[in-house]
Nanobody, 122 residues
Framework: QVTLVESGGGLVQAGGSLRLSCKFS????????MGWFRQAPGKEREFVAW????????LHGDSVNGRITISRDNSKNTVALQMNSLKPEDTAVYYC???????????????WGRGTQVTVSS
């Protein structure tokens, strides 16, 4: 059974950086596209980024484009989210997800981690 475990969240000041990581287990990592979503209190889950199986194609959400970068290491079964120039509005629980049929739609991902909290103070 596929399991995803996020790490790297925390409290950071505006303008700072964080690197989130997601460890994949229980399957063949290179069979799956991967994505990151986030959800702030009272808001819907929002697409952050997607990377394909090979790691050579990525897409990022409009609200984070240019500040946040997704990558994967297929030798370590991990996918990372490098977040720079963080803003208070980036505060949310960040989720790693796998195996979408529509990379932009959270409803189409088959596997989810439990999330990691990111809080950006002003």
């Amino acid at each position: 059974q596929v399991t995803l475990v996020e790490s790297g969240g925390g409290l950071v000041q505006a303008g700072g950086s964080l690197r989130l990581s997601c460890k994949f287990s229980g399957g063949i990592f290179t069979n799956y596209d991967m994505g990151w979503f986030r959800q702030a209190p009272g808001k819907e889950r929002e697409f952050v980024a997607w990377v394909n199986k090979n790691g050579n194609s990525m897409l990022h959400g409009d609200s984070v484009n240019g500040r946040i970068t997704i990558s994967r290491d297929n030798s370590k079964n991990t996918v990372a989210l490098q977040m720079n120039s963080l803003k208070p509005e980036d505060t949310a629980v960040y989720y790693c997800a796998a195996d979408p049929t529509d990379f932009y739609s959270s409803a189409t991902y088959n596997f989810w981690g439990r999330g990691t909290q990111v809080t950006v103070s002003s």
